[in-house]
């Protein structure tokens, strides 16, 4: 992958990460399609019900994308991690207006869980100032 206009060798869970990121900063959901499981569970700390399919996730984060993109919203998802996990800290409409920490689980390969989180706070994770896709 190239990062920071160098490219560097990832482990699978890196380059997941990495995937994930840049599915946010590009608001592609056939990228994010690509990288989960079919029994893929999404939640947020500000709904009450995770989605518990990747059939339902689509049918979720498709729209939202498309909504997003006509709004013109930027998105920033940078790598990060918390507890020396994989994760990725969300800002909306400009890099420094941080939203939330997103906790990511990866098995057999693929992301199967992502938890969007307000608690722990994204301050508590190690940033990487990476943005895949965008220039910072």
């Known amino acids: 992958f190239l990062v920071n206009n160098r490219f560097i060798s990832m482990s699978n869970t890196e380059s997941l990460l990495y995937q994930l990121a840049l599915a946010y900063n590009t608001l592609d959901s056939d990228l994010y399609a690509s990288i989960i499981s079919e029994d893929f569970k999404y939640s947020s700390q500000w709904v009450l019900e995770s989605l518990t399919s990747k059939e339902q996730f689509l049918e979720y984060i498709v729209p939202k994308f498309e909504n997003l993109n006509k709004a013109s919203t930027r998105v920033f998802a ?8 994989p994760a990725l800290i969300l ?43 965008i220039e910072i």
């Open 78 to 85: 940078e790598l990060a991690t918390f507890n020396n996990e």
């Open 91 to 133: 800002a909306q409409g400009e890099s420094a207006n941080k939203v939330c920490l997103v906790l990511v689980g990866i098995r057999k390969e693929k992301i199967a869980t992502v938890d969007l989180c307000i608690a722990p706070h994204f301050s508590h994770a190690t940033r990487s100032n990476v943005f895949p896709g």
